[in-house]
């Protein structure tokens, strides 16, 4: 079970198409977001229906997937391990960011169109 000390899995829609970018070593790092929807009932309850966003960052092999199929709504799952880094601002402020490292991506459906149809 060591293996899961650090393991994360999300199904979601990219909230923007990944950015794709060449370290100065040459890997490939791909970046983009992606929403997670839960529903559950208030206090009263209604049905509420709350949007979570997750940073996703794809490296080498996974960077490239990212870059010919990935784009704004497309439904996908991932697995991954969750990464916090921190670093001091141009204010001189310390700034925590947390990120989903991935190892895998799964293509699910098709990308969702604004007027609620499927392509």
Same mark, same amino acid.
């Given at each position: 079970m060591s293996n &899961?000390? #650090?393991?994360?899995?999300?199904?979601?829609?990219l909230g923007q198409d990944p950015e794709?970018?060449?370290?100065?070593?040459?890997?490939?790092?791909?970046n983009f977001s992606l929403a997670t929807n839960e529903i559950h009932l208030d206090a009263n309850g209604q049905k509420v229906n709350e949007t979570m966003?997750? #940073?996703?960052?794809?490296w080498g092999k996974? *960077?490239? &997937?990212?870059?010919k199929y990935l784009e704004k709504g497309k439904e996908i799952c991932v697995e991954g391990k969750? *990464? #916090?880094? #921190?670093?001091?601002d141009?204010?001189?402020?310390?700034?925590?960011n947390t990120e989903i490292? &991935? +190892?895998?991506i799964l293509l699910l459906g098709n990308k969702t169109k604004k007027n609620g149809? +499927?392509?």
């Open positions: &899961l000390r #650090n393991n994360v899995r999300l199904m979601g829609h794709i970018r060449t370290t100065p070593s040459g890997k490939k790092v791909a966003w997750h #940073n996703l960052v794809a996974l *960077a490239d &997937l990212a870059e969750i *990464a #916090n880094k #921190n670093y001091i141009k204010n001189g402020q310390k700034k925590y490292v &991935l +190892s895998e149809g +499927s392509e």
